[in-house]
């Protein structure tokens, strides 16, 4: 069946085709005026949201090989930069191609920052602070008390680590999908690793080099996550109760580390929501896995 392909200008797709507001993040992007974002992303329950919907009301925000972006309607995964939902359906046997071509400004502005590294630096006026490269014009300045020193710092921290990174890659949310794709890597790098492990040799010489790899990276996600978890589900109106080894140890001391993990895997797949996971969930888990607790010295007696 051969599909007729229709050409949008951004105006005439706006005012055709209505778009839904993403009520599951506040910080969406893709704003109508002063409204909330449109743009789901790519993944995570954003993601689940939109392959809910109609096929013929999803749009896929592509990043085009000549640098513009566009919208095709229908969900593709390929190149995708996040989805649009549509309140009116695109006609069967239908594709519409809207182009967003970057203007000029726009284009100069992503390029023409000042290379990094950045670096804080006190000013000749008393009590100032610069932002600069070392040599190189003056980012900007502020005062130098405690709140503002600290946000040069955070500023200058930011730039460099996303040196190599375009600025529009950076505003549509890229940093955190790399974020939210690599635990999904480690996850399953991990679990492979588990499942290879005692059953075969073969692969002993790669697993010795992929252990530390995947220690390492997983250090390097848990130390920024830590931080900001609570504060990234905030933002999305969502909590969650976490649960570690430790815990499952409290009441079953008898349990090894990779024991206690399977109590928290097992809580995890047979989870009630009306029971949750709880201090009197975990020791029947480890029990239904591992058996009774063994008696202790003192209920012996």
Same mark, same amino acid.
């Given at each position: 069946?051969?599909?007729?392909?229709?050409?949008?200008?951004?105006?005439?797709?706006?005012?055709?085709?209505? #778009?839904?507001?993403n009520?599951?993040?506040p910080?969406?992007?893709?704003?109508c005026?002063?409204?909330?974002?449109?743009?789901?992303?790519?993944?995570?329950?954003?993601?689940?949201?939109?392959r809910?919907?109609?096929?013929?009301?999803?749009?896929?925000l592509?990043?085009?090989?000549?640098? +513009?972006?566009? *919208?095709?309607?229908?969900? @593709?995964?390929?190149?995708?930069?996040?989805?649009?939902v549509?309140?009116a359906? &695109?006609?069967?046997g239908?594709?519409?191609? &809207?182009?967003?071509?970057?203007?000029?400004?726009?284009?100069?502005?992503?390029?023409? @920052?000042?290379?990094?590294?950045?670096?804080?630096?006190?000013?000749?006026?008393?009590?100032? #602070?610069? *932002?600069?490269? *070392?040599?190189?014009?003056?980012?900007?300045?502020?005062?130098?008390?405690?709140?503002?020193?600290?946000?040069a710092?955070?500023i200058?921290?930011? &730039?460099?680590?996303?040196?190599?990174?375009?600025?529009?890659?950076?505003?549509?949310?890229?940093?955190?999908?790399?974020?939210?794709?690599l635990?999904? #890597?480690?996850?399953?790098?991990?679990?492979?690793?588990?499942?290879?492990?005692?059953?075969t040799?073969?692969?002993?010489?790669?697993?010795?080099?992929?252990?530390?790899?995947?220690?390492?990276?997983?250090?390097?996600?848990?130390?920024?996550?830590?931080l900001?978890? @609570?504060?990234?589900?905030?933002?999305?109106?969502?909590?969650a109760?976490?649960?570690? *080894?430790?815990?499952?140890?409290?009441?079953?001391? +008898? #349990?090894?580390g990779?024991?206690?993990?399977?109590?928290?895997?097992?809580?995890?797949?047979?989870?009630?929501?009306?029971?949750?996971?709880?201090?009197?969930?975990?020791?029947?888990?480890a029990?239904?896995?591992?058996?009774p607790?063994?008696?202790?010295?003192?209920?012996e007696?």
């Open positions: 069946m051969t599909s007729t392909i229709i050409e949008l200008t951004e105006e005439a797709f706006a005012a055709q085709y209505r #778009l839904r507001t009520h599951l993040n910080s969406a992007s893709w704003a005026g002063e409204g909330a974002g449109c743009l789901f992303e790519t993944y995570g329950v954003e993601l689940a949201f939109v809910q919907q109609n096929p013929r009301t999803v749009w896929t592509i990043d085009g090989d000549n640098g +513009d972006p566009y *919208i095709l309607s229908g969900l @593709h995964p390929v190149n995708r930069l996040g989805y649009l549509s309140t359906p &695109v006609p069967e239908t594709t519409i191609r &809207v182009r967003i071509p970057i203007r000029f400004e726009q284009a100069a502005e992503a390029t023409a @920052h000042t290379p990094e590294p950045w670096f804080v630096q006190p000013s000749d006026h008393p009590g100032g #602070l610069l *932002i600069k490269p *070392i040599p190189g014009q003056v980012v900007a300045q502020c005062d130098q008390v405690p709140e503002m020193k600290a946000n710092r955070r200058c921290a930011a &730039v460099n680590a996303c040196k190599g990174i375009g600025t529009e890659a950076l505003e549509r949310g890229k940093i955190t999908e790399l974020w939210h794709v635990g999904e #890597l480690l996850t399953a790098a991990g679990d492979l690793d588990a499942a290879i492990n005692g059953a040799g073969e692969f002993d010489t790669e697993r010795a080099r992929l252990t530390p790899a995947l220690h390492a990276a997983q250090a390097i996600l848990d130390g920024g996550m830590a900001d978890l @609570h504060e990234l589900l905030a933002g999305r109106r969502q909590i109760a976490i649960w570690c *080894i430790e815990d499952v140890q409290e009441v079953r001391p +008898d #349990l090894t990779d024991q206690a993990w399977e109590v928290l895997q097992e809580a995890q797949h047979k989870h009630d929501a009306m029971m949750g996971i709880s201090w009197d969930t975990l020791p029947i888990l029990e239904d896995l591992f058996g607790a063994p008696e202790t010295a003192d209920e007696e």
